[in-house]
């Protein structure tokens, strides 16, 4: 096949437009390779003239008018694993190692860009998955194959807890996890790769890294291409951990794509097309009759305003919500579940069972008039409640100090060694506060500590 | 594609309009983006290109570049060379100590230092393979800091606040904490009276054979200013590779935001959110993730990064600043409020943060320092019950009194650095109810004293806490000093 070759005629930061013959033109997302550079440039538009304009993805500088491009004929793609092949690497958003191992041991590879599952592949899981981590077990399950998505500000542990989930979902299941680290900072997908190699997992994960010092074209596409791998896998009949860290910055990657490439803005400055750029990817994240992909998301809150549009435009994709609170971590709660604002479908009398749901629906509303009473406590003091309230208050304490828990991921940070609760143990522990036993016992007793 | 090559090299253009700082040039057909191009002997750097149709089938292609220097001998019809490289600027041992713009020129002699080496500005961060953990400390002296938010090599801090809260001396004093590093102080907009000041303070304390001042003014061209920044972190990256571990500070970024706005706008490249181009994000990301630590197979050296953002009304949620916020490992913000409180350095406890943390400190340091939040969340929720006069156990009112006493301790001249050791005695002190009958406006008399009566009579505490760390019999020496301390004072 003869390939289509064009010149460049314009760049103006990252955006580069391509003259090709109007008869020739490669089709829309093909990369385009450049002499003597190692830049691609992805086609976005079609203009008058046989003109392609088109994104770098890397460094622009260098790029130089009239520099031949020719057409790879394909877009992005990434090797296709039979099960093994891609274990324990990390890849770039081109799926090439980076990780300075040597090849991959497959050769077939498949694009990027996939038509979402049908409405009679896709299938519903009704098994609960156990995380070890009593906050989330009672008040926000995971499903199998469920959509999980890890919300809070800067620095309230959205990563801490994401690695807390690798480490006690992917350690024990002994599955395939797969980790996309899109526009975050090398500095912790590195910490993350240490640790997982420390824990021996490395052997069953695959990361996928497009972080923030790469140009936004490139991180736009690491979370596509790493979607490509877990379905690649889930099509092999896998049940795979699905991993992002982070939503938001691929929405912002769409963002900064999208003002490049001179698109009118909507609300705050997002592109037009917030709303089905994460639709694009989140309905990619399926589970289907062949496999099943189970999804922890984390998702950065600007500014901790959960009303911003790429946080509007995420939240109906998920199954769980667990939101992360800023004033949880001041008063030491860690994980900092806002456990009032968190939320997960699976909390149904159906799928979790008589008992899980009525203890967890009495945890939240102790806590929840344990909130309403706070303002007289700060008044007037504990002692001016009535009796009943008072034992309101009591439980509520005991029960928010009896979720917390040590973590594996920062036994080094707190010096506490972390533990891994099982749900039948953590609604024992619940029942019995919420029966009174622990009513006169010290709090400390029952803060950072596994089961009662 | 040699020969091709060769060819453009001998081309030459001519500028067709200027509109300050923007030169429109014509004709250079093979022309790179970011190549640096000669009008006469002024240099400019080439942004954009584009193509203007003047029928649909006859059209003209136009390079758009930014003048260096100030246009004003460049007169439409000039004629223009191109010189086939990227913008580079010289390194080497020979700048230290010396006060340079970011193409490397003297700024108190004018003149270009002679170096053999140079590097291009815009680099690739290192690979996530080539990274080590950022585990060692990168002590300030400031107690605050070092105690509650400590900083580690290869970590980027940011510092935050209003004008005039003390980010500029917060960093200064970070500086002057250095022994075994290498400072880099990279100005961009500041008056020059400002970077004087700093300079004569460098130099007071004795720190300018092992800084370099990398300084853009305010009244120098925009693209001076937006490429100050990236001269200082390849400079660090320079003395990275020679082995040495590197601090690179960045006052301000809020500053390099604005400018790079305005050069896109006059460049014409469409606006977003705040009228900041689209690559705002990208732009601090790619020059901050240059900083970190290498991995041992690399050299294990390191370049810690402190950026300084402005906020405005103490609004951390801006768009700069959230940026800022989230592309760092952690941030210090400094708050007008407390700066009027006197409650100096002015950091927000609770706002600030340290993602590497612990992790960063010295092992005495970091046994000591666990006990200090724990206090200080404690002092938050028992301020609401003390200020309303409500009964509060004694236990309560104990940890009361402590966080208060702490507080007092965290208050800290400029210029008057604590070491770690010193810290983690008095930390020590502290939690163990040595200072408890202590009035507040006492304490840092007491502490002073404190210190000194350590260096002079008592230094071996100072030693054998280095050596061993907290084991029994250190704590035991240290407790009979903190007492015969006390029966003095």
């Keep these: 096949m003869k390939k289509t070759i064009g010149k460049i005629i314009e760049v103006s930061g990252p955006i580069v437009k391509v003259e090709f013959g109007e008869k020739k033109l490669p089709p829309l997302y093909n990369l385009l390779k450049v002499e003597n550079s190692q830049t691609l440039l992805e086609v976005e538009e079609y203009e008058s003239l046989g003109i392609c304009k088109c994104l770098a993805l890397g460094l622009a500088e260098g790029l130089e008018r009239g520099a031949i491009c020719q057409d790879t004929g394909d877009s992005i793609t990434v090797p296709e694993p039979r099960r093994k092949e891609l274990l324990g690497r990390i890849l770039d958003v081109f799926g090439k190692p980076i990780d300075g ?17 049908s409405f009679s592949e896709q299938k519903c899981h009704l098994k609960v998955l156990e995380t070890g981590i009593k906050v989330i077990d009672l008040i926000c399950p995971f499903l199998k194959g469920g959509k999980i998505g890890l919300f809070g500000g800067a620095g309230v542990g959205k990563t801490v807890l994401l690695t807390e989930l690798i480490h006690n979902i992917a350690f024990k299941k002994k599955g395939i996890s797969v980790f996309a680290g899109v526009g975050e900072r090398t500095r912790e997908a590195q910490e993350l790769y240490q640790e997982l190699q420390r824990n021996n997992v490395l052997k069953n994960t695959i990361l996928v890294l497009g972080e923030m010092g790469e140009s936004p074209g490139i991180r736009f596409r690491t979370a596509f291409s790493a979607v490509r791998i877990a379905e690649s ?9 699905f991993f992002i860290d982070n939503i938001y910055r691929f929405a912002m990657a769409g963002m900064e794509r999208a003002a490049m490439l001179g698109k009118l803005p909507q609300e705050l400055g997002y592109q037009a097309t917030l709303s089905s750029d994460i639709g694009k990817l989140e309905d990619r994240i399926a589970t289907t009759q062949k496999g099943s992909i189970t999804s922890v998301q984390a998702i950065y809150v600007p500014a901790d305003d959960f009303t911003d549009p790429a946080i509007v435009a995420t939240f109906p994709h998920l199954d769980s919500i667990v939101v992360l609170s800023r004033q949880e971590a001041a008063q030491g709660h860690y994980p900092a579940l806002d456990i009032l604002k968190s939320s997960s479908s699976a909390l149904d ?37 009535s009796q009943k309230d008072r034992i309101v208050a009591k439980r509520a304490e005991r029960l928010r100090r009896f979720l917390t828990q040590p973590l594996f991921t920062t036994e080094v940070f707190s010096g506490k060694k ?3 609760v099982s749900l039948g143990k953590t609604l024992e522990g619940c029942e019995r506060i919420l029966n009174g036993e622990f009513d006169e016992v010290d709090l400390s007793k029952l803060y950072m500590k596994g089961e009662i | 594609m040699k020969r091709l090559k060769n060819v453009s090299l001998k081309e030459i253009g001519q500028v067709v309009e200027i509109s300050p700082p923007v030169i429109k040039i014509e004709g250079l057909p093979g022309v790179k983006s970011g190549e640096v191009v000669l009008v006469g002997k002024e240099k400019a750097i080439i942004f954009k290109f584009t193509r203007e149709f003047t029928t649909t089938l006859f059209y003209q292609d136009f390079a758009y570049g930014l003048c260096l220097e100030s246009p004003k001998n460049i007169k439409t019809g000039d004629k223009v060379e191109r010189t086939g490289e990227l913008l580079k600027i010289p390194v080497g041992e020979k700048f230290l100590s010396r006060v340079i713009d970011p193409l490397g020129r003297d700024i108190e002699t004018g003149k270009e230092l002679k170096v053999k080496e140079t590097s291009e500005i815009e680099k690739l961060p290192p690979q996530i393979i080539e990274r080590g953990l950022v585990r060692e400390a990168l002590e300030t002296g400031i107690k605050v800091i070092d105690a509650l938010f400590p900083i580690g090599r290869g970590q980027r801090e940011l510092i935050l606040g209003d004008r005039k809260t003390g980010k500029t001396s917060l960093v200064v004093d970070a500086i002057l904490n250095q022994k075994d590093v290498i400072s880099i102080y990279c100005s961009i907009g500041q008056r020059k009276s400002e970077v004087l000041q700093l300079d004569n303070i460098f130099r007071k304390f004795g720190v300018k054979k092992q800084l370099v001042i990398v300084s853009a003014f305010s009244s120098d061209p925009p693209v001076l200013q937006y490429l100050a920044p990236f001269s200082a972190m390849t400079l660090a990256e320079f003395f990275r590779d020679q082995g040495k571990d590197v601090l690179v500070v960045f006052d301000d970024l809020t500053k390099h935001a604005k400018v790079w706005r305005q050069i896109c706008l006059l460049l014409e490249i469409p606006p977003g959110r705040e009228a900041y181009p689209g690559d705002i994000f990208y732009l601090h990301a790619r020059l901050l993730e240059r900083a970190g630590k290498l991995s041992d197979d690399k050299g294990g050296s390191s370049i810690t990064a402190l950026p300084i953002c402005e906020t405005k009304e103490g609004d951390i949620t801006e768009y700069i600043p959230t940026n800022l916020i989230s592309i760092t490992d952690g941030q210090i913000y400094l708050e007008t409020d407390l700066f009027q409180k006197a409650q100096i350095p002015a950091v927000n406890i609770g706002l600030s943060v340290s993602r590497i943390g612990a992790f960063a400190q010295r092992k005495y340091l970091r046994e000591v320092t666990g006990g200090l939040k724990l206090l200080l969340s404690q002092h938050k929720e028992l301020k609401k019950l003390v200020q309303l006069e409500t009964e509060v156990s004694k236990a309560a009112q104990r940890a009361y009194k402590r966080a208060e006493i702490l507080l007092e301790i965290f208050k800290q001249e400029k210029h008057k650095l604590v070491d770690s050791l010193d810290q983690s005695i008095i930390y020590f002190a502290i939690l163990n109810g040595f200072f408890d009958d202590i009035n507040p406006e006492k304490v840092r008399e007491i502490e002073t004293k404190f210190y000194r009566f350590l260096d002079d009579i008592h230094k071996e505490v100072k030693l054998d806490l280095k050596k061993f760390g907290w084991i029994k019999p250190v704590k035991e020496e240290i407790k009979k000093v903190i007492i015969e301390f006390r029966n003095i004072y």
């Design chain 1, 101 to 117: 191992k040597g090849k991959i041991a497959t050769k077939k590879k498949v694009s990027i860009f996939k038509s979402p599952p």
């Design chain 1, 233 to 241: 896998l889930r099509d092999k009949k896998e049940d795979v951990m």
């Design chain 1, 349 to 385: 009398l159906e799928i979790v069972g008589e008992r899980h749901y009525k203890i967890a629906t009495e945890v939240k509303s102790y806590l929840q008039k344990y909130q309403d009473l706070q303002h007289i406590i700060s008044i007037l003091g504990i002692e001016e409640l």
């Design chain 1, 418 to 420: 972390g533990v891994y």
